[in-house]
């Protein structure tokens, strides 16, 4: 990723502190910031948001999604202000995100169907419908090729909307070979690209799996796990060349993984935890950090609860 507006450099980010530490937190996300002051790294989201996803393009500003409503926020990375940019509706839902470069927004909508948002507005340009409302979680979402892919966390299919405001027909994958669907939990969630541009890397969250995945065949191929035994509770994934990083929501820490060539094998390198944790779910990454939001899962939700996301240095 190579950002068009200043970022944080390691200095701002850790300050001082050895590459591997974790970031502080830099004060209020509200406050505006000078032009020579850390970016924050803490920032707050409208009471009762009930966030679940996060996305960063090239630029500095963060996308949250909202489970109350299907809302989207966006936050400028700099000063940690923020706006609602689409405001939601009855019936709607927000969970995964992913910004492209041409602007769009890719939206994880759980009951059946992705959206397509125009990032600079928030205006919905297109509403794909996936499965049947009810017995499916379309959880997650990546960009890979010429298509964004979702994940059903309740179906072993992966679903490809085409890139880009042309038409095009949905592609409907699904999972072989090593995947095994789960009843009555959580299977696939969090998606990301392998190294080589050609597969699909899926998190099931329960029993706590990794799974390289075919993207012309939907053949999953466990990838093996060294040096820690699962990722129980895998939510959202970010890679950066080969390194894998996987929030696992209610343990409230960061596994980060070495991958091998092909991405069939995973090495644990370190995990990152944060007292300001309060169930991460995904991750998205600007310069040397990365943005957490958290869905607090465990916090019995009103209009009144307050959320946040923070930043770890990476």
Known sequence: MTPTHPQPTRRAVLGGAALAALAVTAGAGTASAGPNAPWPTEFPLPNGWLPEGITIGSKPYAYLGSRANGAIYRTDLRTGEGKVLFAGGTGLISVGLKVDHDGLLYVAGNTGVARVHDSRTGELLATHRLTEATGHFINDVTLVGERAWFTDSRDAVLYGVPRGRKDGGIRALPLTGDWTQL???????G?????????????????????????????????TLVGQTDVVNGDGLWRIGRTLYVVQNRLNLISVWDLDAKATTATLRRTITDPRFDVPTTAARFGDRLYLVNARFTTTPTPDTTYNAVAVSV
């Not at 009843?183 to 969630?189: F, K, L, T």
């Not at 890397?201 to 329960?206: A, C, G, L």
């Open 183 to 189: 009843p009555g939990v959580n299977n696939a969630n």
């Open 191 to 223: 998606i990301v690209g392998t190294p080589d541009g050609r597969g699909l890397i899926v998190v099931k969250s329960s029993p706590g799996e990794l799974y390289n995945v075919d993207v012309r065949t939907g053949a999953a191929t466990r990838i």
